[in-house]
């Protein structure tokens, strides 16, 4: 039987691979797609889809790292959380402004920010070693 440690550690590591990964992918398409016609057409296709799984990996992570230290058994070094929680949030902030952006069609604040924003996931990632 799946204990709620198990489910939410499942949960953690599925929104890390959403969100992480759909970061990843974006920032790369999108420095592609400055250099390619063609793959900035298709950036208008495939990225809504993206992003939703970059979003869809956020709640999991947010929803999942809320539940977790509740049923985690050992210490956890909440210095370290807390700095991941704040990240997170600004992940969430740039998240925002990039979807503002990206409406207007700011290309130029879309790029510094998407590339600030897989930073911050990429840190989270590896704080994540150290909570």
């Known amino acids: ?5 198990d489910l939410f ?3 953690h590591f599925v929104g890390l691979a ?3 990964g759909g970061a990843t992918i974006m920032t790369i398409i999108s420095i592609k797609a400055d250099k390619h016609k063609e793959i900035a057409i298709a950036m208008r296709h495939i990225g809504p889809a993206i992003v939703k799984l970059i979003w869809a990996g956020l709640i999991l992570l947010i929803i999942s790292g809320i539940g977790l230290p509740f049923f985690v058994g050992w210490p956890l070094n909440k210095n370290m959380l807390l700095i991941k ?3 997170v949030a600004f ?3 740039i998240g925002v402004i990039l979807g503002v952006s990206s409406k207007k069609g700011a290309k130029k604040h879309m790029k510094v920010f998407s590339i600030i924003n897989l930073i911050l996931w ?3 990632t590896l704080l994540s070693v150290f909570v």
Do not use: P, T
Not at 1 to 5: A, F
């Open 1 to 5: 039987m799946i204990g709620w440690l």
């Open 9 to 11: 550690n499942f949960l």
């Open 18 to 20: 959403f969100g992480l």
């Open 85 to 87: 929680h704040i990240l």
């Open 91 to 93: 992940i969430v902030i």
């Open 122 to 124: 990429y840190s989270i």
